[in-house]
């Protein structure tokens, strides 16, 4: 392990923003392999994600958090926490705007929250597919006049774009430090959350509009399967706030539960390099978003619970 000689660098690096801005999709493109999930739908990302990108002179530990609203709950509240805590945590803070929407009331939301932090800000503007280049320029100046960044980086998180440049960019600005994690590892969270994570992303992939938020997802097990021992069984459950969401959870004749079910089984199995039987259930815990001993039972911890 390196011990922070030889120049060196390392530090931790915090992606903020409002939601649906494209803060997963850039540090699953960064590392590599898909940690974060991703869905249109706000506020996927509930807790934050680390993840490590190890080059042979650095190691930049990004830390993906919760799309940044002003709360109307207690899950809110907890998410609201998350992103902000990592403001004292960081070396960098990096705001990802969308290029294709203009500035807006959430956007100046996060920026108000950066004010007076003593950490450099760099804006990345993302999906820079979805606009000509000859606008780029416009829109990096009205972000500009709303904050004073350090750098402002146009890239493209789907297609990879400007991303290595952004990388450089960031090394620049770390200080010399040791190396905090093996160079092969990509993140610091246990397969336990990233499977709760891949599982809710494909129910919030197939479920309706008044679902996602409502769901939250629990690995009761994991562990080799007793006949099998090529294969690791999957126990987890998804849970609802309402009846009515159950019915919906699991669809007619149990298709919906079996297609989530189908869908996450194929991301855990290229996560684990093992053929996996997942077993789901749903089950109704209401209003739990509202309730700190069920954020807590959920996964949802910080020292305000």
């Known amino acids: 392990m390196q011990q922070g000689n030889n120049g060196f660098k390392s530090g931790f690096i915090s992606i903020i923003g409002r939601p649906n801005v494209g803060k997963s999709t850039f540090l699953n493109r960064v590392v590599g392999q898909k940690i974060a999930i991703m869905s249109d739908k706000p506020q996927t990302t509930r807790n934050k994600v680390q993840g490590v990108v190890t080059t042979n002179d650095s190691q930049m530990v990004f830390i993906d958090t919760p799309g940044i609203n002003e709360p109307r709950h207690k899950l809110g509240d907890f998410m ?13 803070l990096l ?58 980086i146009p890239i493209s998180a789907l297609q990879g774009n400007n991303v290595e440049n952004l990388l450089a960019k960031i090394t620049e600005y770390l200080p010399e430090g040791p190396q905090y994690y093996p160079a092969d590892q990509i993140t610091d969270h246990p397969e336990r959350f990233i499977i709760s994570e891949l599982i809710r992303e494909k129910a919030l992939h197939l479920t309706r509009e008044e679902i996602p938020h409502s769901i939250a997802v629990v690995i009761e097990k994991i562990a080799p399967d007793s006949e099998n021992k090529d294969m ?74």
Request: glycine share 6%; charged share 35%; proline share 2%.
């Open 95 to 152: 705001f990802v705007a969308s290029a294709d929407d203009r500035i807006g009331k959430q956007d100046r939301f996060v920026l108000d929250m950066l004010k007076g932090i003593d950490v450099p800000v760099f804006l990345v503007l993302n999906k820079i597919d979805q606009v000509h280049p000859d606008n780029l320029p416009k829109i990096i100046e009205g972000y500009r006049s709303e904050f004073d960044f350090k750098e402002a």
């Open 80 to 92: 609201l926490r998350v992103a902000k805590n990592t403001f004292r945590e960081v070396d960098v």
């Open 232 to 305: 690791i069984r999957v126990q987890a459950t998804i849970m609802v706030e309402r009846d009515s969401q159950k019915g919906i959870v699991i669809g007619k004749k149990g298709v919906l539960l079996k297609e989530i079910g189908s869908r996450a089984r194929k991301d855990i199995e290229n996560l684990l390099g093992s053929k996996v039987y997942l077993e789901l259930w749903v089950k109704v815990q209401k209003d739990w978003r509202n309730k700190a001993v069920h954020l807590r039972d959920f996964g949802f911890r910080d020292d305000e619970y």
